[in-house]
């Protein structure tokens, strides 16, 4: 079974903080997603990153940096957290994107930001 | 343009009623996927079924099933026999293969199953 997992559950965090979010998947995957879920508004994507050292912005990645060091790593970064950060964030983990291959969601980080 | 619309914001039913959730996508494109996803109250959206757009043999796994329609560009999940457990979020999300890494997920539909 494929495994995704976000290393927070639940964060609180103050106003101007720099927060990690971080994500491990054991499946070998090459594609590693960012999403971000907010009531009415679904699933955005982030940042998507196709192999190591490689990233793509999504639709919303203003406020929002990552990393990807080592392929089965992927860590979103807030580098001074606001209010408006406060979400839910789901990372996740895919074959090569060109197949329509499956993407594996992780349970999720509920951020606050206060 | 690529698009899933999920018209459904919120369903209520009682158990053991059948439920069919809509999904309706826009793409250009014809090779694509669909997907479903359910989401709990824990958090995880857990992989339901992948389905291409060269094979519209309708697909059933116990109570679940799934009615793909090119033609009116529909993929529609319907529960049989609802249970309590089933209550979640369901995401409906598309992929095509024209370049684009994105996978467009519709807005979802909260399904809450009474007792």
Same mark, same amino acid.
């Given at each position: 079974? !494929?495994? $995704?997992?976000?290393?927070?559950?639940?964060?609180? /965090?103050?106003?101007?903080?720099? $927060?990690?979010? +971080?994500? !491990?998947?054991?499946?070998?995957?090459?594609?590693?997603?960012?999403?971000?879920?907010?009531?009415?508004?679904?699933?955005?994507?982030?940042?998507?990153?196709?192999? $190591? /050292?490689?990233? +793509?912005?999504?639709?919303?990645?203003?406020?929002?940096? $990552?990393?990807?060091?080592? /392929? +089965?790593?992927?860590?979103?970064?807030?580098?001074?957290?606001?209010?408006?950060?406060?979400?839910?964030?789901?990372?996740?983990?895919?074959?090569? #994107?060109?197949?329509?291959?499956?993407?594996?969601?992780?349970?999720?980080?509920?951020?606050? #930001? !206060? | 343009?690529?698009?899933?619309?999920?018209? &459904?914001?919120?369903?209520?039913?009682?158990?053991?009623? %059948?439920?069919?959730?809509?999904?309706?996508?826009?793409?250009? %494109?014809?090779?694509?996927?669909?997907? =479903?996803?359910?989401?709990?109250?824990?958090?995880?959206?857990?992989?339901?079924?992948?389905?291409? *757009?060269? %094979?519209? &043999?309708?697909?059933? *796994?116990?109570?679940? *099933? =799934?009615? @793909?329609?090119?033609?009116?560009? *529909? @993929?529609? @999940?319907?529960?049989?026999?609802?249970?309590?457990?089933?209550?979640?979020?369901?995401?409906?999300?598309?992929?095509?293969?024209?370049?684009?890494?994105?996978?467009? @997920?519709?807005?979802?539909?909260?399904?809450?199953?009474?007792?």
């Amino acid at each position: 079974d !494929v495994k $995704v997992t976000q290393s927070s559950r639940y964060l609180v /965090k103050r106003t101007g903080e720099k $927060v990690f979010l +971080e994500c !491990v998947q054991d499946m070998d995957h090459e594609n590693m997603f960012w999403y971000r879920q907010d009531p009415g508004l679904g699933l955005r994507l982030i940042y998507f990153s196709y192999d $190591v /050292k490689m990233k +793509e912005k999504g639709d919303i990645p203003e406020g929002y940096s $990552v990393s990807r060091e080592k /392929k +089965e790593r992927f860590s979103l970064i807030l580098e001074s957290a606001s209010t408006n950060q406060t979400s839910m964030y789901l990372c996740a983990s895919s074959l090569p #994107v060109d197949s329509g291959n499956t993407i594996y969601f992780g349970e999720g980080s509920w951020l606050t #930001v !206060v | 343009a690529q698009k899933v619309t999920q018209a &459904q914001t919120e369903i209520s039913v009682v158990e053991k009623e %059948d439920v069919t959730l809509d999904c309706v996508y826009e793409t250009r %494109d014809t090779t694509y996927y669909l997907f =479903w996803y359910k989401q709990p109250p824990s958090g995880e959206l857990v992989f339901l079924i992948r389905r291409n *757009s060269f %094979d519209e &043999q309708n697909e059933i *796994s116990g109570r679940y *099933s =799934w009615n @793909f329609q090119k033609s009116t560009s *529909s @993929f529609n @999940f319907t529960i049989t026999a609802s249970q309590v457990v089933d209550s979640a979020v369901y995401f409906c999300a598309l992929k095509t293969t024209s370049g684009t890494y994105k996978y467009i @997920f519709g807005t979802g539909t909260r399904l809450k199953v009474l007792a």
